[in-house]
């Protein structure tokens, strides 16, 4: 397998991705630095459509600086973007990925994007936690609440602390006790909650 794209997927990239960023929308002509071509799924998990369009962004900087930097050096949020794929994702066109100028979109194989549909939105801002921010959060502390794991262990007791760990993701504490991850289809309820108890 080649270690670098072809000129002819290159060039199918840079159209659909409008010669700019995806993360940041900065152009070239705006003094950005350098054609830098991301693969999300990254080119040390080698995989027969490596170098193809869905796999790849058009992003500034390089691996360390630009927005090509930011998303090597802040990978927990870049996978829950899209802008990174794990290894174990079979095909890269199924992951989303959020865009500076086009909000949420597919990467098609085709060579063309495809924006997400609000069901198939909801369902991936659910799955990574990114439904959940702190800031809408945390007028809640003091409040008594339910936290709801995608395993289905469920939590009751006072929501005594709020904070977001190093890749976003919203970290809520019942009763200064354990703290729960809202992803991977977690979920927190404020209604109706005064006579519920504490399953554990």
């Given at each position: 397998?080649?270690?670098?794209?072809?000129?002819?997927?290159?060039?199918?990239?840079?159209?659909?991705?409008?010669?700019?960023?995806?993360?940041?929308?900065?152009?070239r002509a705006?003094?950005?630095?350098?054609?830098?071509?991301?693969?999300?799924?990254?080119?040390?998990?080698?995989?027969?459509?490596?170098?193809?369009?869905?796999?790849?962004?058009?992003?500034?900087?390089?691996?360390?600086?630009?927005?090509?930097?930011?998303?090597?050096?802040?990978?927990?949020?870049?996978?829950?973007?899209?802008?990174?794929?794990?290894?174990?994702?079979?095909?890269?066109?199924?992951?989303?990925?959020?865009?500076?100028?086009?909000?949420?979109?597919?990467?098609?194989?085709?060579?063309?994007?495809?924006?997400?549909?609000?069901?198939?939105?909801?369902?991936?801002?659910?799955?990574?936690?990114?439904?959940?921010?702190?800031?809408?959060?945390?007028?809640?502390?003091?409040?008594?609440?339910?936290?709801?794991?995608?395993?289905?262990?469920?939590?009751?007791?006072?929501?005594?602390?709020?904070?977001?760990?190093?890749?976003?993701?919203?970290?809520?504490?019942?009763?200064?006790?354990?703290p729960?991850?809202?992803?991977?289809?977690?979920?927190?309820?404020?209604?109706?909650?005064?006579?519920?108890?504490?399953?554990?």
């Amino acid at each position: 397998m080649s270690t670098r794209p072809s000129e002819e997927v290159c060039g199918i990239v840079d159209q659909r991705d409008g010669y700019e960023c995806l993360v940041c929308g900065g152009m070239r002509a705006d003094g950005w630095s350098g054609e830098s071509r991301h693969h999300r799924l990254m080119r040390s998990h080698s995989f027969p459509r490596l170098h193809s369009p869905e796999n790849m962004m058009r992003v500034c900087g390089s691996g360390t600086t630009g927005c090509h930097g930011r998303i090597h050096a802040h990978p927990g949020m870049a996978y829950r973007l899209g802008w990174l794929v794990h290894e174990w994702v079979e095909d890269p066109s199924e992951v989303p990925c959020k865009t500076c100028r086009h909000g949420w979109v597919f990467l098609e194989k085709d060579g063309t994007m495809r924006p997400l549909t609000k069901p198939e939105l909801d369902e991936w801002l659910l799955a990574t936690g990114l439904k959940w921010r702190r800031e809408d959060i945390g007028p809640h502390v003091g409040d008594m609440c339910s936290v709801t794991l995608g395993t289905g262990f469920r939590d009751f007791g006072k929501l005594t602390g709020v904070k977001e760990d190093s890749s976003g993701v919203v970290v809520v504490t019942l009763d200064h006790t354990q703290p729960w991850r809202l992803e991977d289809n977690a979920t927190i309820n404020f209604n109706n909650l005064q006579g519920e108890h504490h399953e554990r």
